[in-house]
């Protein structure tokens, strides 16, 4: 059994408001909370950038891959206009 953190960062430089940017985490947050993992926003105050913290739990390697394909693929398919960067740590 593995514990995976994840961390996604987005750009968002068209948004002006952070009532802007919680409209998009939330859209976000709903889209990825379909996958059974949890979620958090850990943005700062600055509108442009949002930071969300991923936790779930895997049984194998495969299945962490496989997960993280499933959080990509979401994140393209529905906010693709939106750019964000992944990093992980496996516990």
Same mark, same amino acid.
């Given at each position: 059994?593995?514990? $995976?953190? +994840? /961390?996604?960062?987005?750009? /968002? !430089?068209? $948004?002006?408001? +952070?009532?802007?940017?919680?409209?998009?985490?939330?859209?976000? #947050?709903?889209?990825?909370?379909?996958?059974? &993992? @949890?979620? *958090?926003?850990? @943005? @700062?105050?600055? !509108? #442009?950038? =949002?930071? &969300? =913290?991923?936790?779930?739990? =895997?049984? @194998? %390697? %495969?299945?962490?891959?496989?997960? *993280?394909?499933? &959080?990509? #693929?979401?994140?393209?398919?529905?906010?693709?206009?939106?750019?964000?960067?992944?990093?992980?740590?496996?516990?």
């Amino acid at each position: 059994m593995h514990i $995976v953190n +994840l /961390l996604i960062t987005l750009d /968002l !430089p068209y $948004v002006e408001s +952070l009532k802007g940017r919680r409209k998009i985490l939330n859209s976000i #947050k709903e889209r990825l909370s379909k996958l059974n &993992i @949890s979620i *958090l926003d850990i @943005s @700062s105050e600055y !509108p #442009k950038e =949002a930071e &969300i =913290a991923i936790v779930f739990l =895997a049984l @194998s %390697e %495969e299945d962490i891959q496989k997960r *993280l394909q499933n &959080i990509e #693929k979401i994140l393209d398919r529905y906010f693709s206009d939106i750019e964000y960067s992944i990093s992980y740590e496996i516990l």
